[in-house]
């Protein structure tokens, strides 16, 4: 079973898939999980996969592109978002090849590449861009959508020194965050995402129960799988 957690930078993604992970080995004893997260390991082991994946999902590789060719200016962030796109897609077709079979715990997936390639501060996002991203994007077996007030995540990321595409004043973050907002509940609401993804409330003092959501909702997807 391969779960994803999406959700706007700062959202505490990281927090629940540390949390989950130790709720899984009391809640799954003997269970094993494999958790992907976005280090550098990924990205020297997914380009050749990546290629592979290429051939059999061409349009999606061209919509990254284009839509970072027309809202990026910078070619450094150009490169970069692009790197994380092909990181994403890549791994994706290594899990889906090599270890499809076990528990995995994903942490910015292929869903959440949408907030790469349509979050940014000069524009708000394409909206029909997201419609065509949502109709080819590979889907995991759940996704977990983080949400938080703006206002909270806004706190926390200047708390963490901003974003790398983010100059570090509240104004940029605010519109950042916000255009961010916009972009996953948008992609959230279109029926092939929605149908495989739950909201789980992340806020500043309800982290544990939000852990335990998203676990419940988890453990009754294997149930079912197993039944």
Known sequence: ???????????????????????????????????????????????????????????????????ILKNVSSPLNRLNLYRNFIKKMGTNELIQTRIKDNDILWDEGPVHAA??????????????????????????DLIVYLKAPVDEIVSRMGQRGGHARVRKNNKEM???????????????????????????????NNRQAAIDETLRVIMGKKATYAG
């Not at 927090?15 to 709720?23: A, E, F, H, V």
């Not at 004893?29 to 290629?51: A, E, K, M, T």
């Not at 279109?190 to 909201?199: A, G, L, S, V």
Request: aromatic fraction near 12%; proline fraction near 5%; hydrophobic fraction near 40%.
């Open 1 to 67: 079973m391969i779960v994803e957690i999406i959700g706007s930078t700062s959202s505490g993604k990281s927090t629940i898939i540390n949390g989950l992970r130790t709720s899984w080995k009391t809640n799954f004893p003997g269970g094993s999980i494999v958790c992907v997260s976005g280090n550098y390991y990924y990205d020297f082991i997914s380009l050749p996969w990546f290629l592979k994946f290429a051939v059999k999902h061409k349009k999606i590789c061209i919509l990254a592109g284009q839509s």
């Open 115 to 140: 907030h790469n390639l349509f979050v940014h501060t000069n524009v708000p996002p394409v909206l029909s861009d997201i419609d065509k991203f949502a109709k080819l994007v590979p889907l995991p």
């Open 174 to 204: 605010r519109i950042f965050c916000e255009h961010a907002a916009k972009m996953f509940e948008y992609l959230i609401s279109i029926d092939r995402i929605r149908e495989k993804t739950i909201i789980v409330e992340n806020l500043k």
